[in-house]
Structures are given as structure tokens and as C-alpha cells.
Nanobody, 124 residues
Framework: QVQLVESGGGLVQPGGSLRLSCAAS????????MGWYRQAPGKERELVAE???????NYTDSVKGRFTISRDNAKNTIYLQMNSLKPEDTAVYYC??????????????????WGQGTLVTVSS
């Protein structure tokens, strides 16, 4: 059993900052790319930022220069530092990864995992 647990969402005024965290736990053998997605009311889920195990990053255009994704491989954790927040950043933010976990005495399985989501509301 593996899971992703997010934290750090909340209500913030426009121009403010928030830091999201996502920790992977369970019988993890290896984790590859990890990313943050978001889904605003009435819209499809979209990729916000992603990071490889080696630290290479990719951002959607609307957050470039404002959001920073980072990763602590020792803790199987990623972060999303969000600065200069705008009302249009309001959404549920989800953590995502593909990983290999162990089960039984010698089994391995590859699985895509999503977190439960954390709500970010940007409003005055």
C-alpha cells in the first residue's frame, strides 16, 4: 500500500504565498517524476509543475516565475512554493507520481498514485 499525502492549502489574499507539501509513504522501491496538478471548478485537471528525480523541472506557462517546485528524495517529498498568487490560481491541488512498490517477499508493482487534494483559495 502506498499513498501521497498533501498539506499546506488554505485561504490567502491575492499577492500572497503558500507552500504545499506532498509526502509519499509505503513500501516504495523507487519514485520517478513527481508533479502537481490542479482542478478549478468547472474546469479540467491541468499540470501545474513537475520535477524529475534528478531535479529537472517543467511548469505550465501561467505559473512560470511565480511557482517553484522542489524535491527531497530522501523524504520522498515534493513541495510547491506559490508566490504572487492570483484569484485564478484557486483550485484543488493534487500531487501525482508513478512509482514502484514492493509487496510480499519479492514482488514489485508499478502504479500511478494521486493524493487526496488540498484546496487553495485566493480571495480578498
Amino acid at each position: 500500500q502506498v499513498q501521497l499525502v498533501e498539506s499546506g492549502g488554505g485561504l490567502v489574499q491575492p499577492g500572497g504565498s503558500l507552500r504545499l507539501s506532498c509526502a509519499a509513504s509505503g513500501s516504495i522501491f523507487s519514485i520517478n517524476d513527481m508533479g502537481w496538478y490542479r482542478q478549478a471548478p468547472g474546469k479540467e485537471r491541468e499540470l501545474v509543475a513537475e520535477i524529475t528525480r534528478g531535479g529537472s523541472t517543467n511548469y505550465t506557462d501561467s505559473v512560470k516565475g511565480r511557482f517553484t517546485i522542489s524535491r527531497d528524495n530522501a523524504k520522498n517529498t515534493i513541495y510547491l512554493q506559490m508566490n504572487s498568487l492570483k484569484p485564478e490560481d484557486t483550485a484543488v491541488y493534487y500531487c501525482n507520481t508513478n512509482l514502484v512498490y514492493t509487496y510480499g517477499s519479492s514482488g514489485y508493482k508499478y502504479v500511478e498514485v494521486w493524493g487526496q487534494g488540498t484546496l487553495v483559495t485566493v480571495s480578498s
